[in-house]
Every structure is written in C-alpha cells, then in structure tokens.
Nanobody, 118 residues
Framework: QVQLVESGGGLVQPGGSLRLSCAASGSISSINAMGWYRQAPGKQRELVARITSGSSTNYVDSVKGRFTISRDNAKNTVYLQMNSLKPEDTAVYYC????????????WGQGTQVTVSS
C-alpha cells in the first residue's frame, strides 16, 4: 500500500500562484510515475501533469507554460507549481502515483480544493 498526503490548496485571486505538494510513503518502490489530476464540478477528472521516474513530464494543453511539475526523490514528494492561475483552474486537485501500464498499482490522494476567484 501507498499513502499520500497532499497540501497547498486554497483560495487565490486570478493571476496568483499556488504550490501543491504530495508526499508518498509505504510501498513506493513499484511507483514510476507521479502526477496531478483535477476535477471541476460537472466535469470529468483530467490529467493535469505527470512526471516519470526518468523525469519525463507531460501537461494538459490548458496549463502549459503556467504550471510546472517537479519531484524530490529524497522526500518521495511531487510538487505542482501553479502560476498565472485562472478561474477555470478551479477544481479539486488529486495527487496520483502509479506504475505505468499496471492497473494494480494506482493510488490517489484525498484531494485538495483550489479556488481561483476575485
């Protein structure tokens, strides 16, 4: 089992910044990808950003140039730096860690609310 602890959500004005953190513990040796998803009311959950153990990254088009995902291997922590936030970024953000292409290894955080509003 893998345990995930998220932090960093909150309320921010448009154009502002937030940083999300997700610390993983437990049986993490099988994990080779860490990422963030989000789900807005009435919408499907979508992948926002992912980083692999080889440090490859991918982003949903709507956040490219504004969000940056990174990881600290020593702390087993993944971060999402979110800049130039827009109201449409408002959602619950979920940390996800998994072993790519193996559905048996797939863990989710509890979610953290990000609200972008003036």
């Amino acid at each position: 089992q893998v345990q995930l602890v998220e932090s960093g959500g909150g309320l921010v004005q448009p154009g502002g910044s937030l940083r999300l953190s997700c610390a993983a513990s437990g049986s993490i040796s099988s994990i080779n990808a860490m990422g963030w998803y989000r789900q807005a009311p009435g919408k499907q959950r979508e992948l926002v950003a992912r980083i692999t153990s080889g440090s490859s990254t991918n982003y949903v088009d709507s956040v490219k140039g504004r969000f940056t995902i990174s990881r600290d291997n020593a702390k087993n922590t993944v971060y999402l730096q979110m800049n130039s936030l827009k109201p449409e970024d408002t959602a619950v953000y979920y940390c996800n860690v998994r072993r790519l292409y193996d559905p048996r290894v797939n863990y989710w955080g509890q979610g953290t609310q990000v609200t972008v509003s003036s």
